[in-house]
């Protein structure tokens, strides 16, 4: 009886025994594999740091992982595990925590490298994304602002991009967003509204996250003292930004802004029918623009019959919407024209000013002075064009073909034939 009982406690000691020398070995081997960890990650951020290491697009074999706000630690194992980065997903969810990974992902765009252990790949995803930093002139159309972010590496669909411009909904949050009034004739409905700034985009950025960040710092720029002008001079906020692209297509100059927007305001105020019609050039270029044509400073009569409610000579008061994007001058300008001020025309003198008149006479007389100096830039514009398309056809050409590079050796002397 006694031996038995000994035996069970022998074979219950022996168990703890075991257990406690695996607790010893579980405790040693995992201090040293975090000590191996540390020193890993250690020589690893040294590297980044001295740039020894670089993992952008550029680098050979890099994979891309795009981490979307609100992924958690196993949407991105599955990521991983989809692009051939991990064997094992739970794995990687187990050592993300046990490693302290888990909420220091960052969301965006990260390049790693097939091979890379589990931790390094974690670290790698715990960096700034890759981004992409664009400059956005004040007077761009949304349809060169596309292209703009397209040049810059984003890889948004356009008909993504088109349906979020056209869908106010997703963006009520927005004071100015709210008050817009829809109309079938607008191009697209928040133009107007991408104000033009520097901003950083994740090359993957969705079409609806690249406009919200827009408008967000749209929304920090439309102080309330705006709103509460525009009610003052009985326009409503989306009219002040139509007409405010009018100003900022016509000039560039923040004085000339002034006048220019006291002259719009002074026709749109006439009791003269006539001076309803904005006959702003700024308008018939932007449907040129539309049409896939160059902007001309010398109008036909065929552009001035083009029928488009964007016509400001064919339709009267402001146009259905913005034809771009404004900056802050040209708000301010159509919010606080230049006061006392009769003028009902203007004409671009072509050396980026602009010639005043109040009456229709006045105006032909100044348009009769600088028209030479508009066809001459014309004129000029029009060569420009054609020696770019030109440079660009011969850049192709080489592309295709690069053996048109290959250069010619010189400074030999030419061989003399044998006789």
Same mark, same amino acid.
């Given at each position: 009886?006694?031996?038995?009982?000994?035996?069970?406690?022998?074979?219950?000691?022996?168990?703890?025994?075991?257990?406690?020398?695996?607790?010893?070995?579980?405790?040693?081997?995992?201090?040293?594999?975090?000590?191996?960890?540390?020193?890993?990650?250690?020589?690893?951020?040294?590297?980044?740091?001295?740039?020894?290491?670089v993992?952008?697009?550029?680098?050979?074999?890099?994979?891309?992982?795009l981490?979307?706000t609100?992924?958690?630690?196993?949407?991105?194992?599955?990521?991983?595990?989809?692009?051939?980065?991990?064997?094992?997903?739970?794995?990687?969810?187990?050592?993300?925590?046990?490693?302290?990974?888990?909420?220091?992902?960052?969301?965006?765009?990260?390049?790693?490298?097939?091979?890379?252990?589990?931790?390094?790949?974690?670290?790698?995803?715990?960096l700034?994304?890759?981004?992409?930093?664009?400059?956005?002139?004040? #007077?761009?159309?949304?349809?060169?602002?596309?292209?703009?972010?397209?040049?810059?590496?984003?890889?948004?669909?356009?008909?993504?991009?088109?349906?979020?411009?056209?869908?106010p909904?997703?963006?009520?949050?927005?004071?100015?967003?709210?008050?817009?009034?829809?109309?079938?004739?607008?191009?697209?409905?928040?133009? #107007?509204?991408?104000?033009?700034?520097?901003?950083?985009?994740?090359?993957?950025?969705?079409?609806?996250?690249?406009?919200?960040?827009?408008?967000?710092?749209?929304?920090?720029?439309?102080?309330?003292?705006?709103?509460?002008?525009?009610?003052?001079?009985?326009m409503?906020?989306?009219?002040?930004?139509?007409?405010?692209?009018?100003?900022?297509?016509?000039?560039?100059?923040?004085?000339?802004?002034?006048?220019?927007?006291?002259?719009?305001?002074?026709?749109?105020?006439?009791?003269?029918?006539?001076?309803?019609?904005?006959?702003?050039?700024a308008?018939?270029?932007?449907?040129?623009?539309m049409? #896939?044509?160059?902007?001309?400073?010398?109008?036909?009569?065929?552009?001035?019959?083009?029928?488009?409610?964007?016509?400001?000579?064919?339709?009267?008061?402001?146009?259905? #919407?913005?034809?771009?994007?404004?900056?802050i001058?040209?708000?301010?300008?159509?919010?606080?024209?230049?006061?006392?001020?009769?003028?009902?025309?203007?004409?671009a003198?072509?050396?980026?000013?602009?010639?005043?008149?109040?009456?229709?006479?006045?105006?032909?007389?100044?348009?009769?002075?600088?028209?030479?100096?508009?066809?001459?830039?014309?004129?000029?514009?029009?060569?420009?064009?054609?020696?770019?398309?030109?440079?660009?056809?011969?850049?192709?050409?080489?592309?295709?073909?690069?053996?048109?590079?290959?250069?010619?050796?010189?400074?030999?002397?030419?061989?003399?034939?044998?006789?």
């Amino acid at each position: 009886m006694f031996s038995k009982k000994l035996k069970i406690a022998f074979r219950i000691l022996l168990v703890l025994v075991l257990l406690f020398a695996f607790a010893v070995m579980g405790v040693y081997f995992g201090y040293n594999y975090v000590l191996s960890q540390e020193k890993r990650l250690d020589d690893l951020k040294e590297k980044i740091a001295n740039e020894e290491i670089v993992i952008d697009k550029d680098t050979p074999g890099a994979v891309s992982v795009l981490i979307e706000t609100g992924d958690m630690t196993s949407d991105i194992a599955q990521t991983l595990f989809e692009k051939d980065l991990i064997d094992n997903t739970f794995v990687f969810s187990l050592m993300s925590k046990i490693n302290g990974f888990d909420g220091a992902y960052m969301a965006g765009t990260h390049y790693v490298l097939p091979g890379m252990s589990y931790d390094e790949i974690m670290y790698f995803l715990t960096l700034e994304p890759e981004s992409v930093t664009v400059v956005f002139p004040e #007077g761009m159309t949304y349809e060169q602002m596309k292209k703009k972010l397209h040049e810059a590496g984003l890889t948004f669909s356009d008909e993504d991009m088109d349906r979020c411009m056209d869908s106010p909904d997703l963006f009520v949050d927005y004071k100015f967003v709210s008050q817009i009034v829809l109309d079938e004739n607008r191009d697209h409905v928040l133009s #107007g509204y991408l104000f033009p700034d520097t901003y950083e985009f994740d090359v993957n950025a969705s079409a609806e996250s690249i406009v919200n960040t827009f408008l967000a710092n749209t929304d920090a720029k439309l102080y309330d003292e705006y709103y509460e002008r525009a009610e003052a001079i009985g326009m409503s906020l989306d009219e002040v930004i139509t007409l405010a692209s009018l100003i900022q297509t016509e000039t560039s100059r923040p004085l000339d802004m002034l006048y220019i927007s006291a002259v719009f305001h002074n026709r749109l105020a006439s009791d003269d029918p006539s001076m309803h019609l904005m006959s702003s050039d700024a308008s018939i270029n932007y449907l040129r623009e539309m049409m #896939g044509l160059e902007k001309h400073l010398v109008l036909t009569s065929e552009d001035l019959n083009i029928d488009s409610p964007y016509n400001t000579y064919k339709y009267p008061d402001l146009p259905p #919407g913005p034809i771009c994007m404004p900056g802050i001058d040209a708000i301010q300008a159509a919010l606080y024209p230049e006061p006392n001020c009769n003028f009902y025309y203007f004409c671009a003198t072509g050396d980026g000013g602009s010639a005043y008149a109040v009456t229709l006479e006045e105006h032909e007389a100044n348009v009769a002075m600088y028209r030479e100096i508009w066809e001459q830039q014309d004129r000029e514009a029009e060569q420009k064009r054609i020696e770019e398309e030109e440079k660009r056809r011969r850049e192709e050409e080489r592309r295709k073909n690069p053996a048109l590079t290959t250069p010619v050796p010189t400074g030999s002397p030419t061989p003399t034939p044998a006789t």
